[in-house]
């Protein structure tokens, strides 16, 4: 699991490049090390070997199993485990001990259908019609896929897990329902009992980060007198065809500067390299993956877009105003203007692009590679699945003062949805002096000739 591996990967350094292991290797280690894991094995009981992979540079094998039950996931009961020449480095991580004795049968009395109505009906959703059944694996990995229907934004999915709860810390037979309600940024995991069709837990997969008024400043200011009164490896990496472009120029918030008010906008010449000529992060560079070579805001890594609009699906993108092999996404923003403007929005997703490219790449230093399920079109035949490269939406429309990021499993695209801000003011109360000091203010908005973004700070 991505999140998982991210907090490993923190402890490791140096240009990495990792393999995949063979998981059959990676189960004898697992069954040669049971009692340092605290596991008991047996027909019933047989670990989930999720993910698997040697780095090539350190020697380091990682591995990551999950408990099972007759053939059925405990959810969440992840361990990792690091060995060098079979030896265990590290450990983490718990199983459900004698899971046997406390679990109810493993037959859902429930089907995933009336599972997938009971989730929406917690989630309030209301007028729904049956999805269809469009991907049946349940004998081989009990999972199910319904189409999205007139009330899921996309296909929904119904596993069978066993599950704590943790109101009374019992186990259940549950279907964990995935599906994202239409008109919103929310992709909800429900977990529902296969016995009863109660509701068991739940929780939303997207990651939101609400803007904190209390943490502005550089805002536009306004005083005031109040008195008058605001693997192993199996096979060498195949070479892949060289990407064309040569060049490419952004304007952007440079690295390592958090926003603008710190050192304002620049061009930057060829970021990529800022990860080292030849970094395996690099090799596709930013506007080619594996496939086409790109001469707008989309590369191997992410697909940058303006999704004012909500369609949640690539809508405008900028594009550059010279051809490959020569890239320039040189778009000059203009704050006194309305962020929607060509002109700004064009910078917006440029900037977006730029520093979802850079996060690729100094994660790809920590371990964050292909074979550890990282976002890449192309994972060039080092491990891991690929076609999972970020969206990331600019202006989108389905909100204001938020941001949120929604990571699928390898193999599937994430989301990154940014929103516009819609601004506050730094209020300044110069007298009374019992009152006086700075406060956090939101401006009326009668007529847009009064906004101070167009006549600038008043005081009064």
């Known amino acids: 699991m991505k999140k998982i591996f991210i907090i490993l990967s923190l402890l490791m350094l140096g240009n990495i490049y990792a393999q995949d292991m063979d998981k059959t290797r990676a189960l004898n280690l697992i069954q040669a090390n049971a009692k340092r894991f605290h596991i008991v094995i047996n027909d019933n009981e047989t670990p989930l070997v999720t993910n698997a992979y040697t780095d090539e540079q350190t020697g380091l094998s990682f591995i990551y199993f999950q408990q099972t039950y007759k053939g059925i996931k405990v959810y969440n009961q992840i361990q990792t485990a690091t060995f060098r020449n079979n030896i265990i480095q590290y450990n983490s991580g718990v199983f459900i001990s004698d899971i046997a004795s406390k679990v109810p049968s493993s037959i859902p009395q429930i089907t995933a259908l009336t599972a997938v109505k009971n989730a929406a009906n917690n989630l309030q959703i209301n007028s729904i019609d049956n999805p269809a059944e469009i991907d049946n694996h349940f004998a081989t990995n009990k999972k199910i896929v319904f189409s999205k229907s007139n009330f ?28 994202s309600p239409q008109n919103t940024s929310d992709n909800w995991n429900v977990f529902v009992d296969a016995a009863t069709g109660n509701i068991i837990d739940r929780y939303n997969e997207t990651v939101n980060e609400s803007f904190d008024f209390h943490h502005l400043d550089k805002l536009p200011s306004i005083n005031v007198n109040a008195k008058n009164m605001h693997s192993i490896k199996e096979e060498e990496s195949p070479i892949p065809p060289p990407p064309t472009t040569t060049s490419a120029v952004y304007n952007v918030v ?197 906004l101070l973004k167009n006549i600038g700070p008043k005081t009064g």
Request: hydrophobic share 35%.
């Open 152 to 179: 899921s934004k996309r296909n929904i999915k119904a596993e069978l897990f066993w599950k704590i709860d943790i109101k009374d810390n019992t186990i259940h037979l549950v279907w964990s329902i995935s599906l």
């Open 254 to 450: 440079r690295y390592p500067y958090e926003n603008r008010f710190a050192a304002g906008v620049a061009l930057e010449t060829n970021p990529w390299l800022k990860a080292g000529a030849g970094n395996n992060a690099i090799t596709n560079g930013w506007h080619f993956d594996g496939t086409t070579n790109y001469n707008i805001t989309r590369g191997n890594n992410v697909f940058a877009y303006d999704d004012s609009l909500n369609i949640d699906a690539p809508g405008r993108w900028s594009t550059s105003t010279t051809s490959l092999p020569s890239l320039n996404f040189n778009f000059t923003p203009d704050f006194s203007k309305e962020p929607t403007t060509t002109a700004n929005r064009n910078f917006a997703t440029t900037n977006l692009f730029y520093w979802n490219n850079l996060m690729h790449d100094v994660s790809y230093q920590y371990g964050f590679t292909e074979a550890a399920g990282n976002f890449q079109k192309d994972n060039l035949g080092r491990g891991g699945i690929g076609n999972d490269f970020v969206l990331a939406e600019a202006q989108d429309g389905g909100g204001v003062n938020n941001a949120n990021f929604w990571a699928n499993p390898d193999g599937d695209t994430a989301i990154m949805q940014m929103y516009l801000f819609t601004g506050a003011l730094n209020l300044k109360i110069v007298s009374p002096s019992d009152i006086a000091g700075s406060y956090v203010a939101k401006e009326g908005a009668f007529s847009t000739a009064n």
